[in-house]
């Protein structure tokens, strides 16, 4: 098992351009969620599917940010236009049934630096 | 609204020190209490988790945690911590219900001094 794969690990871009990141969950797990690691907030939920369905999306900070599962084993976290405050690390997790009976399997996340 | 609160942000140890670390919930209802631990420059990873029955809760790497529902804490503790335990601990919280939705604490980075 590869685990949860992002992609990218690393992106650095500048302020108004749309950043795009890549999240490929375990096999057979149905519950996909983004968070946001900062120095300030600490982990925030961003958002969570179950079967592709986006379940949960308060902690979507804005209109900026979209995200979308368009099967089970892939999701995408949209950033449009991109501010110097998206400055973070996004870690995308997945679970077999939510986590009250299963733990998330994270992924490496992607450092993003918009600068 | 739901919140976990991680008293100590950063916390300096030498090897073989004695280890607790704070966290309390703000929540009512039942709820499910994790542990998960951040590597240096890798992924979260569970450390240990409650659900039910015995209070005390033995994780991985010789960790424990106990979870005193009067007080609305779970504690993690170690007897004795190593270099190697040298990362950022988060507690976090799921509110019991069918939610799937799991809340963090804002994380205590442990540094382990050889």
């Known amino acids: 098992d590869a685990g949860v794969i992002q992609s990218p690990r690393h992106e650095v871009t500048e302020m108004g351009q749309e950043v795009t990141l890549r999240c490929k969950p375990i096999?057979?797990?149905?519950?996909l969620f983004w968070y946001r690691q900062t120095m300030m907030r600490g982990l925030e939920l961003l958002i969570y599917?179950?079967?592709?369905?986006?379940?949960?999306d308060s902690g979507m900070p804005e209109d900026r940010f979209s995200a979308k599962m368009p099967n089970a084993s892939f999701s995408t976290l949209k950033i449009q236009p991109s501010e110097p405050r998206d400055s973070a690390v996004y870690f995308c997790?997945?679970?077999?049934?939510?986590?009250?009976?299963?733990?998330?399997?994270f992924g490496n996340g992607t450092r993003l630096t918009v600068t | 609204a739901q919140s976990v609160s991680q008293h100590n942000h950063h916390v300096i140890l030498s090897e073989a020190a004695s280890l607790e670390l704070g966290c309390n919930y703000s929540?009512?209802?039942?709820?499910?209490l994790f542990w998960y631990v951040q590597y240096p420059g890798q992924h979260l990873q569970l450390l240990l988790k409650?659900?039910?029955?015995?209070?005390l809760v033995k994780g991985i790497k010789g960790f424990e945690a106990e979870f005193i529902k009067s007080k609305f804490s779970f504690n993690l503790r170690k007897p004795s911590v190593q270099w190697s335990d040298t990362a950022e601990y988060f507690c976090?919280?799921?509110?019991?219900?069918?939610?799937?939705?799991?809340?963090f604490g804002q994380g205590t980075t442990l540094q382990v001094k050889p």
């Open positions: 997790a997945s679970s077999f049934g939510n986590s009250y009976n299963s733990p998330l399997h």
């Open positions: 096999s057979g797990h149905d519950y």
């Open positions: 599917f179950n079967n592709n369905v986006p379940i949960d």
């Open positions: 929540y009512g209802g039942t709820v499910n």
């Open positions: 409650y659900f039910s029955g015995d209070p």
């Open positions: 976090a919280v799921n509110s019991g219900g069918n939610t799937g939705k799991l809340i």
